[in-house]
């Protein structure tokens, strides 16, 4: 087994060739994904050998996420050909100024060097972590979680040999054999071999690596999402978006977690909510949402009483928080003090307060009027993404090519001195 | 004296009153500056105390830091004037569409929040900060050093006054009172109350910060910067630029400290650059260059020898490492092994030598045939700047108005979900 630090190192050995050979990023790219295809039955093959070794230890989610699928294979090979077709982040000229002394500033895009990402189960994230990465002129480090090894693997082998057939060292894409937490640390601490280190996993990886890491890190992911139902919301369009956010897909980041009712129309609305997300729900033969209330709400409707952590839980599942507020102002002061920075939406008729919430809540997706679940690189036209940012720094929301690129300045001149 | 955590918290807790007070946040700086000149004689008194203390301690060229005089105050209180009539970087809309659906989505420029920065000896940083984070919409925290305390503490007071003139709470320039290690380690890791640390000061301080700093960290300022001389370079020009990137002013971080020479041009700049920096320097009674030469140098002129650190130490000071390479691809490597990633410079009449410095060289300023000194938010034509980043996340290069603000999608709709 070779260790953390020489894939690093050839890794980093390997970027000049890539950053000399920008014309040959999209032939790379339509040669792995040929080689997706022809190796289909040898990832295949080895993610059987995956699923079986996890049938035993994970439950049926895990499963599902973890599986792959010829189909699911060709969706991969799809998307490689998409992210080929889409603009080169590479090389655009952020701004241009020509100084009074005659030197041209050029303010222009570039590669951040070398990408790592550490992430859990899901086999396809490999392919869509060092397409991204390649396309926008990175080098990638990929470390994926223990359960998928044998999977990635196989898909690694079919990027490699990808790069080959396009002329282009296979160390572009480097790819960590030790799957515990010491390569995690290794890479959290890798300082001048990681320009950029993104976690994408559970709530306890994202804290470990904001906490540990001495190279840069985006924090992602966590979503406590709120939607704010504001004194003059139209009630149908209420329980509209708040049945979408909340159980359209629970397990995802940018599932609604939290419902801030107000006072003057929560009498109207809490019945209605229970009936739609509880009664009719259970009459379809679907989930109901286990509602969690705080007490004012509870004087209206039955459902669980809410303890002070279920406003700062990321349920991921049929439960939703619900709290009666005064106003817009408290509702935008719960959510300051619980939300996460990911998506919060308000519900309103009322235009000056939908530009108070837009303009006070600082999270990465502000919403008027529509569902949290749309943030997302696909949804919002990036194309793609690379996980969605809930940290200030760099990139906010979904991380899609342009955001993993930085710049410099290319400065020409013929002799000026200062 | 008030903790560093009560005036984060009240900082924090001022910052949507400025949010929502985007119209008043000129009308405040005219009231700062207007109050920086009213305040000038408590300011020059409690100056002269910090003078007087420091006076045993430190050298000469800290002392010239350290000392304000009434012209500087001056300087400084035109200067918030000069900042207010820049464009304002908040609500800038850097990309709008329309989907599909209906929905529309504008990536908006927001300010970060609230900014810390923590510095040394120079007062003048304490109103530059303050009204480039104003601004901007942040509110910000203010750790200078020790030995400015007194005249940090009273411009402080002129911003507050100012403040208070246009209504908005003191709290907004936090000014922490506790000058010794343990403030700026609270600093580094007030997670939750700080939203961007700026360290400006010794490598030892950035150093501390990126290795323990749990909050965003914007690397600052260390400048290994390199000065290639390539076979084809104008020898005039070089000499003009090496004298001016070396000896304008050696203590700042854009000034080189190292000059790389095309082996087939050595034997006629060599000579020439000892008679330009050492000789001549000598005979107008300026400081003479002390050059630390690698071997390939010493067969060609007189010089210290130069060990291996010299080529990986900020000098700021009259020295400058010179090492003899073969080609530009020599050049490249030697800074891609040694540099901080500030300036780099090329001097050059060949284009695809200068095409692939500029493209292969990983800093934030790359230059052709110009001065490394120009890496300058002044010179950049930003206006001002706030520190220069050295790291590729976030900002790179002088970091002006801009780079202090970070973006949020606002999305507004009627009713749609996913």
Known sequence: MRTTGEILRETREALPTLVSSRDLKNEALRAISARL?????????????????????????????????????????????????????????????????????????????????????????????????LKSGNAVILRGGREAYRSNEAIVRAIHLGLRDAGLPEALVGFIEDTDHRSADELMEAVGLVDMLIPRGGAGLIRRCVERAKVPCIQTGTGICHVYADA???????????????????SVCNAEEVLLVHKDIAKELLPRLKERLVDQRQAKDLVPVELRLDEKAREIISGTPAGPEDFDTEFLDYILAVAVVNDVDQAIAHIAAHSTGHSEAIITNDASNADKFTTLVDSAAVYVNCSTRFTDGGEFGLGCEMGISTQKLH???????EELTTYKYVIKGNGQTR
Chains 1, 2 share one sequence.
């Open 37 to 133: 295809i022809s190796e289909t039955d040898n990832i295949l093959k080895a993610n059987r050998a995956d699923v079986e070794a996890a049938g035993e230890l994970y439950g049926s989610v895990m499963i599902d996420r973890l599986t792959l699928t010829e189909e699911r294979i060709k969706d991969m090979a799809e998307g490689v050909i998409k992210v080929a077709e889409l603009p080169d982040p590479e090389g655009r000229i952020l701004s241009r100024v020509e100084r009074p002394n005659g030197m041209v500033i050029e303010k222009t895009a570039v590669p951040l060097g070398v990408v790592a990402i550490i992430y859990e189960s899901r086999p396809n994230v490999t392919s869509d972590a060092a397409v991204l990465a």
């Open 232 to 250: 003059s919301a139209d009630l149908d369009m209420t329980l509209d978006i708040v049945e979408n956010a909340k159980t359209s897909r629970p």
């Open 395 to 401: 990139a906010r929301g979904p991380m899609g090519l």
